[in-house]
């Protein structure tokens, strides 16, 4: 079949690789109809994340048809249509029985190399290095689907490829960023980041009742488009964040605040050994912390931090005495995606938004390599890409 692999920093090829089988019974083959590239797929494409070999299968954000069932795996059928979440989960283990999916206690199969790394493993995820689990990821023609009987979304014929794929990843991560947030009608909520994720951060702050939502970043085609969602732009390249967020709160400083940017692509060296990686991490992380520190120097005391950009190694130069004497709360994670799953489904069939808005380039699946720049550079007024394989 063909897939998009990594083959090093910057270096993504449409490659032919071996189809995938069914390896355990409660597996499923999924013919993908639709994947799209994530903000997460570039701290790999930049070389942030150690554990990645040459030829591994990109891609956590995939739906399609289900080909091929294990023998343990009654719940689906051949033809079944479903969205993968990229968190694999075993719906068993105590996280799972608590709803907390993303720490699955069994469905990484490294767990043991993660829990050295990271100090400890979180759930498997597809196409994300050999810390989650080495499972090939759906930015291919077919994919293996581990614990397939728990981990799917079962999507009606109604909906279209683009109003459902992303409930497997960046519509369930800005509904649960904006929903750690405990939004009140008198809060104002501010959005770091315009990219994929914080577009969803902004339609869930409004759909959940914020009295203003602030959205930052320095890119215009992302700001408009959050605008358009209902979000007051702010762009960080041309005025002053504290200045303007003090200026929209009366000088008191927003509720709530979430960090849609995570890692960003300024990854200067590319390292062999995980090991290697984690110490680069921790050398180059001491200018990381940036949207960190501004949220929380302006969040308003007693408010709530909500964190859904990915953080790697060690992250230096926290204000921990403002964040301590300021009471915030902060809260992050990767996202649960099925515990939102029913309530935003329901959502999207009665029309309360079309997630395809986010949606600016489409293309075949052998487009993939120069997506993957043109996603990273932002060119061409790029917010999120789809593929077809
Ligand atoms: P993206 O890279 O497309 O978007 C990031 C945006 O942040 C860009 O538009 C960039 O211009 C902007 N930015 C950079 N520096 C900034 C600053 N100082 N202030 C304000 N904005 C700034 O990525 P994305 O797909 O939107 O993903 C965002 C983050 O969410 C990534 O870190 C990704 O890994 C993470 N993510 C997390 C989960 C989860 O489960 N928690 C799921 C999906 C994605
Ligand atoms: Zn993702
Ligand atoms: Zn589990």
């Not at 719906?91 to 699955?104: A, D, I, K, M």
């Not at 196409?127 to 728990?150: H, I, K, M, N």
């Not at 408010?303 to 809260?331: F, H, Q, W």
């Not at 938004?353 to 993957?372: C, K, N, R, W």
Request: proline share 5%; aromatic share 8%.
């Amino acid at each position: 079949m063909k897939a998009l692999c990594w083959h090093g920093k910057n270096d993504v090829r449409y490659d032919t690789v071996p189809d995938p089988a069914i390896e355990h019974p409660r597996d499923a083959i999924i013919n993908v109809s639709s994947c799209a590239i994530c903000g997460s797929d570039l701290h790999l494409y930049d070389h942030y994340m150690p554990g990645m070999s040459c030829g591994d299968v990109l891609g956590h954000e995939f739906m399609g048809e289900v080909m091929e069932v294990g023998s343990e795996t009654k719940n689906l059928k051949v033809g079944d249509r479903v969205v993968v979440p990229f968190t694999i989960f075993c719906g068993e283990c105590e996280q799972c029985q608590r709803g907390n999916y993303s720490v699955c206690e069994r469905s990484n199969r490294n767990k043991s190399l993660a829990d050295k790394v990271f100090g400890h493993g979180g759930a498997g995820l597809f196409g994300y290095s050999q810390l989650t689990g080495g499972y090939a990821g759906g930015q291919a023609e077919f994919v293996r689907v581990p614990f397939a009987d728990t981990t799917h979304i079962k999507v009606p014929d109604t909906l279209t490829d683009e109003q459902v794929l992303f409930l497997g990843d960046i519509f369930p991560t800005g509904w649960q960023a904006a929903v750690q947030c405990d939004i009140q009608p008198t809060d104002t909520v501010v959005i770091w980041g315009a990219g994929p994720v914080g577009q969803f951060c902004v339609r869930s702050a409004v759909l959940l009742g914020a009295k203003q939502v602030v959205v930052i970043d320095n890119v215009p085609e992302r700001l408009s488009m959050a605008a358009a969602g209902g979000a007051i732009p702010l762009n960080f390249a041309h005025e002053s964040v504290l200045g303007r967020l003090q200026e929209l709160t009366h000088g008191k400083g927003p509720e709530k605040c979430i960090d849609a940017v995570g890692l960003e692509a300024h990854a200067t060296r590319s390292l062999d050994s995980v090991y290697d990686r984690v110490k680069q991490a921790m050398w180059l992380e001491t200018d990381r912390a940036h949207v960190l520190r501004e949220m929380i120097y302006v969040c308003r005391p007693a408010g709530i931090l909500s964190i859904p950009g990915v953080y790697g190694g060690l992250v230096d130069k926290i204000p921990m005495g403002a964040l301590m004497n300021k009471g915030l709360t902060v809260r992050t994670g990767q996202t649960h995606v099925n515990r939102w799953t029913d309530d935003l489904l329901r959502r999207i069939d009665e029309g309360q938004i079309d997630p395809s808005f986010v949606i600016t380039h489409a293309v075949d699946l052998a487009q993939g390599p120069e997506m993957y720049q043109t996603f990273r550079d932002k060119q061409d007024g790029c917010v999120k890409v789809i593929l077809k394989p």
